[in-house]
């Protein structure tokens, strides 16, 4: 049985592909649309799942889209009865359903004998609960997602259990953490769709002097849930833009004038960060983290449960994800590489496939699901570049063997340069984690400068992460787990902590990857190598790109190679690597 999971009409539009409950194939739309989050149905995105499997549309049984028009129908109505919200609000929820409902015209489009299964509409938030349930190694576990919102609702939890997912308590519009943080990320000055991460970046650099006014924003409950202070707010009563001219996500202001008379007034963009954006980043993170562990406090008294899966676009707070057991009785935690909405097609198309009666058997372990390229469309890409190659000046070398490849890469990472790391199949989700990565010395403590003046040209405040081998975890940082998503923030001990400077943030922590031999030898044997030359189990990892989204094809990694500072460039066996002389004309 063929599903096509997708997630459509919306930032990070994606698809994926599910063989008899295996995952095959799974992408998001920018990374061949080179559009960051890029919006719409994701026909590029789907044609290299279908490729992947060597099948055409006819061959798909089922395709499941995660999002329901018809969910919470009552709930719509009456806050339309009650309110009388403005109309163009109405009229942009209206224009939104129709697209949803769209699919199926859609699917007809495609190349190939055409599509003749059944399209299921998935809740949003059942499709995030199964994202991370569903494909997690737990067969009992507590289960939340948390997001701006979704079919009129911006949070669920409850139980998994064997194949079947519990909801147990909802949050429902206009209420939203998602709402509060992408708000409060609009206030200080970063206005582009998913900016969050930057508010949470900048957070460590302030206190949370500013706590009291977002409990005025932001009110919990006993039970677990939360409310907004809707006079801060216009989603709920005006109309707030939301459009993806090019593909690209535009949201209009979702806070009210009255949230610059309680925190002063908005940064524009490129105006200075002071202390005071700083403080209000830091007590925003505060704030958050309050809501979300109560959630999760609340969930498990009453469930007794001590596993714990994760999912919504909030699930990529990964500074709050590393607290949950320090902060909770929770002790396991899952969530998956893709948490926000692009991970919504694969929950869609698992539910389908619950719901067909079959039981679970695939875990998502690793998050190498894109498209990989063997030794001949390399060969091929070089041969047609050879001018570009040697105007650039640099060398060509193939290298014998997998382990060679592995000590000279780690050698250049240990002699300070810049290394991007071309290898296997592209990552699901938001972060490199080892496939399409740049590579640097995390012992170096101007190495974050060094990225930043020659490729990434990014705020200062921003961490990189570090990539570290599985085993040694417990060495370097205060809790020892697996973390092979990139999706939790550990603190690194004070000991180690001069030691590796360039992953380090400037409150102690690190938002690590933990990598595996089996799941990517590749990777591990680099930085195996690494260990041995330095004594350190570690390197820097950051995303394969320069204000795009991550490269995806070798074409992609030698344009962002020739046009930045880079030294070396590493595609499957291939080292590029730049002359002194061009290096310093660079």
């Not at 109405?90 to 059944?118: H, I, M, Y």
């Not at 669920?156 to 409060?184: K, N, T």
């Not at 060398?395 to 071309?422: H, K, M, N, P, Y």
Request: hydrophobic letters at 40%.
């Amino acid at each position: 049985m063929y599903i096509l999971g997708i997630n459509a009409y919306h930032g990070d539009s994606s698809a994926c592909l599910v063989r008899d409950g295996q995952l095959v194939a799974a992408a998001e739309e920018e990374r061949f649309r080179r559009v960051k989050h890029w919006a719409g149905f994701p026909v590029r995105a789907i044609g290299y799942c279908l490729a992947e499997a060597g099948i055409e549309p006819a061959a798909l049984d089922h395709v499941a889209v995660n999002s329901d028009p018809n969910a919470n129908m009552l709930r719509r109505l009456a806050h339309v009865a009650l309110s009388r919200p403005d109309l163009r609000l109405l009229v942009d929820r209206l224009r939104n359903r129709k697209r949803r409902a769209s699919a199926a015209a859609e699917l007809a489009q495609l190349p190939g004998a055409p599509f003749r299964g059944e399209v299921h509409a998935v809740e949003h938030h059942l499709a995030h609960l199964a994202s991370c349930f569903l494909v997690s190694p737990f067969t009992r576990a507590a289960a939340v997602s948390v997001d701006g919102f979704g079919d009129f609702a911006s949070g669920a939890w409850g139980v998994g259990e064997g194949s079947a997912i519990d909801i147990r308590s909802r949050v429902y519009f206009p209420h939203s953490l998602g709402i509060f943080y992408q708000a409060v990320t609009q206030y200080l000055g970063f206005p582009n769709y998913g900016d969050e991460y930057k508010v949470m970046g900048l957070a460590p650099y302030g206190r949370p002097t500013r706590l009291d006014a977002m409990r005025d924003i932001v009110r919990l409950n006993a039970d677990g849930t939360y409310a907004l202070n809707l006079r801060y707010f216009r989603h709920h009563r005006e109309h707030v833009a939301y459009s993806w001219d090019g593909g690209s996500p535009q949201v209009g202001d979702l806070f009210s004038p009255a949230l610059e008379e309680l925190l002063g007034p908005r940064r524009h963009r490129d105006a200075p960060l002071g202390d005071e954006h700083r403080d209000i980043a830091a007590s925003a993170q505060a704030m958050y983290e309050e809501a979300f562990f109560n959630i999760l406090i609340t969930l498990q008294e009453r469930t007794g449960l001590t596993d714990l899966a994760i999912a919504g676009g909030c699930g990529m707070n990964s500074v709050a994800n590393g607290k949950v057991r320090r902060k909770t009785p929770f002790r396991r935690l899952y969530v998956q590489s893709a948490a926000g909405d692009a991970g919504g097609a694969i929950g869609a198309a698992m539910v389908v496939w619950q719901r067909s009666g079959r039981a679970r058997s695939f875990v998502m372990d690793h998050a190498y699901w894109g498209p990989q390229f063997d030794a001949a469309a390399v060969a091929g890409l070089l041969a047609d570049r050879k001018d570009d190659i040697a105007q650039a000046g640099c060398t060509v070398e193939t290298i014998a063997s997998e382990s060679d490849l592995c000590r000279r890469t780690a050698a250049a990472v240990a002699d300070g340069q810049v290394v991007g790391w071309f290898q296997g199949r592209m990552e699901w989700g938001p972060r490199a984690l080892g496939n399409r990565s740049i590579l640097g010395d995390p012992r170096r403590a101007d190495m974050k400068d060094i990225l930043n003046l020659k490729i990434k040209r990014r705020e200062s405040f921003r961490p990189f992460a570090p990539s570290v081998l599985e085993n040694h975890v417990g060495e370097w940082f205060e809790e020892d787990d697996a973390v092979p998503f990139m999706m939790q923030v550990f603190q690194i001990r004070a000991e180690k902590r001069p030691r590796i400077p360039a992953v380090t943030h400037v409150d102690g922590s690190g938002r690590l990857q933990t990598v595996s031999a089996r799941t990517n030898p590749v990777y591990y044997g680099l930085i195996d190598a690494f260990r041995a030359l330095t004594g350190v189990p570690m390197v820097l990892n950051t995303s394969f790109n320069e204000n795009e989204p991550v490269v995806c094809t070798p074409g992609e990694a030698l344009d962002c190679f020739l046009r930045t500072k880079m030294d070396v460039l590493v595609i499957g066996r291939v080292m590029l690597r730049r002359t002194a002389s061009s290096a310093a004309a660079a």
